[in-house]
């Protein structure tokens, strides 16, 4: 069957013709125009649009469109755009698939874009009504208004329902969700075009009317079974609720709330909803129709309950009625579903017994969320963090207080799960194991289930990020066709370095360090999809979450992220934290008010700031940090991006799982340091070099320059003079931090004492003399003693050094010059400077 065959084929079951599906809008729209005696005379004009209900794109798919009381489509605005847009949902063609891209559940039947409201559905016959007692449209007032009245008024969920319910001539309006009767911006309250429509059509009763498999259930293995009926519950509550002020209000018509079912029997016939019900049953059409206006009579194909208690019909007989009194009264609502199986109800494991044909307590699910480690009792806790993603953390626990919980059930600590200690083991593969030799495991198995796909938004998001000149050939479909990559290529080690973190968890790897000045680039919703990769083996901190003394929180997960993080340039302790982390066999996971626990430690860190420059101190010849500046995203941006990568989350897995590395392991970070080391890494250890940083590197670079040398020889006592005149420095600076600076950089003085003779001018009264193919003046010396530091001129002035350091050279250069009497204007002979 084609796609279009079946929109086709249903809009024919449900029994619409043309006329039936189309919409006129009629609107009057105003315009001025300029009288002879210059006066402004405004026009109306009378506007009309023909829409359709129904309608469908190219692969098939219903378009719903959903219009307001006044006959007017429903608009809105999405974050981030400008212009508002019809409200629309979307009823698949085939399940689980939109656009040709997977969505989250593989049953899923509709799709609502991101961000979008919540309206009720109203077919035409409910609008024209309500026009006709809202604005007195009609020959006379009072026939019209007559024309206008809905004494009973039915909600369902599903648009198809209403459409097909009042071509049978029953008022009724869809819902695009059991919740769906919701104010879009305030839960709990009725939405406002509902409450116009029951005050203006004087609506007397009001119908709740789900489908026929309200008291079935699918098992599964555990699968809180309660979750279903408990859903319903608290729908049909809330729904009474928010019409309490208009019962209670004299001059509104409405006084009676019903709740109502279709059949059970009618499942198994294959008509599960009112419009299965109305299609299969066309010849009882009329029957129908009676039995549904029957309400609390109904008796060939509804059950219904009067629910206008509180108190009496909803939270006692309702209650009842859906089996959520208690176990018993649960098992015996729905045996033919569970049969001699253990199900789960209300967080509890119960079974049915045979010879006492009861249900038996077997244990409670809360158990799994606790845990002795060695003596130390825990609790698995669950909250989401920033970005809404759920992130699990591990506390520390007082036994006394869970026997106080659950002192109901006497045999609850005995099923708590006890471990020797935790222990690490990332596994990504499918061999997840939980325990290790009675060890807890604290890495947790993946939720996403990887499967072949199209991963054209991913491989197109990655590439911003990291840009690089490689690329990724796909498909018409978005599936890999193949890779041209670059060693060294930015996008190249990210798409490895993903690709190892995944294949290779063990393994050590670079930071990634995301760094852009301005917002809307993307680094927040990077971080966010690798949260969807990898789950709950993620964690996403603030600073202060960082900092904080204790680390049990973050310590334990597979990959850190430090999101907006700026660590302050002259804290060697926390930059010292990062580098441990980078390297590290082994961590203590710290919990307050527990002795420290030690694991084996594989995590990975990314850090992403705004703070371009000054991220964090980088030194020269570091080697752990993969800089990236991410670009701003140029053109229109995708509202619906981040849901597009979530969607394609389970193929951008399943590739990188099954793709080969591509660049050779060649360090213990795996990636040779120049394969990673960028220009905005570059600029970070220029931006971030402390006083003595630059002080010396300045003064032994002019050095160089100055005198023309291969190697210069220092003593530590000459040095720190040098730097604490005030020709040089305004900052006094001590010799043991240019001894550590210096230490720091990989140099030590000489083993033994000697004379050294260090450059400190040139001779007033020397000659020209000629130095690598170059005449410069005659250089003055003076002796030292000491254990003098050596320095190379290729370590100091590599690739000539920067243009900034060139200007420093040639000013003192000629300063020199003009001080000797010597011309200083020879632009040949500065251009021969060896820079």
Known sequence: MTALTYYQDRISQLGITPEQNTFLRTWTQESSEKNLDGTIKILEHLQEREYRHLDHDEEGNFIIRYFNLQGQPYRWKKEDTKQARDFVRIRLATPGVYKGHKLGADDQKYFQENGSPQNPFFPKGIIKKYQAAAYCIGESETEDKSKGQIPTLFLTEGEFKSIKGELCNIDIVGLPSIHGFYNGETKGKLHGDLEELIIKCRVQKIVFLVDADLLTLKWGDGKDLAKRPTSFYSAVKAFRESLEHLIDNENIALKWVYFMHLKTKFVDEDAKGLDDLLIKYSAKAVEIQEDIYSLQN?????????????????????????????EQEFYKTYSKFIGPREFKFKRKRYQYDQESKEVKFVRHEDADKFMRIGIDWVKVVTSNNKFGKPEEEIIRWNISEIKRDYEKYPDFVNQIQKYDKFCNEPCFNGDYKRAHANNYNIFNPISLQPTE???????????????????????????????????GDPFAVALDWLTIALQQPKHMLPVPILVSKENNTGKSTYLKWLQTLFGSNMTILGNEQFKAKFNAHYISKFLIAVDEGFLEVDKK?????????????????????????????????????????????????????FVVKVPVITGDRDPDLELK????????????????????????????????????????????KSRIDRILEEWINEQFLTYDETNLEYTLKYLTEQMNDSRVSKYKIDSLDIKAYLKGRGMLPSDRVKHVAIPVGFKSDGNLVERHGARSHEIEYKSF????????????????KNEIVRKIVRKNLDDNLDGLNLESSNSAQNDDLPF
């Open 298 to 326: 109904a008796n060939s194909f509804f059950y219904g309950m009067v629910i206008n208690d509180i108190n009496r019909d909803i939270q006692g007989k309702l209650f009842r009625y859906l089996g959520l009194t208690d």
């Open 453 to 487: 796909g199209s991963i054209e938004k991913s491989v197109f998001f990655l590439k911003h990020i990291f840009n690089g000149s490689s690329t990724i050939i796909l498909d018409n479909d978005g599936k890999l066709v193949s890779e041209n990559l670059t060693i």
């Open 573 to 625: 302790s926390e930059k010292e934290r990062l580098k441990q982390l980078v390297t590290a066999d082994t961590v203590y996971v710290e919990f307050k008010g527990m002795d420290l626990k030690k694991i084996n430690y594989y995590g990975k860190l990314l850090i992403s700031s705004n703070d371009a420059d000054r991220v964090m101190k980088i030194d020269e010849g570091e080697s752990r940090w």
């Open 645 to 688: 990568l979530n969607l394609e989350s389970p193929a951008w897995l399943h590739y990188l799982l099954n793709r080969n590395i591509f660049h050779p392991r060649k360090d213990r970070l795996w990636f040779k340091s120049e394969w990673f080391i960028t220009d905005q890494f570059r600029v970070i250890v220029n931006e971030t």
């Open 785 to 800: 003693s000491g254990r003098p530091y050596n320095f190379e001129r290729v370590e100091w002035l590599e690739n000539g």
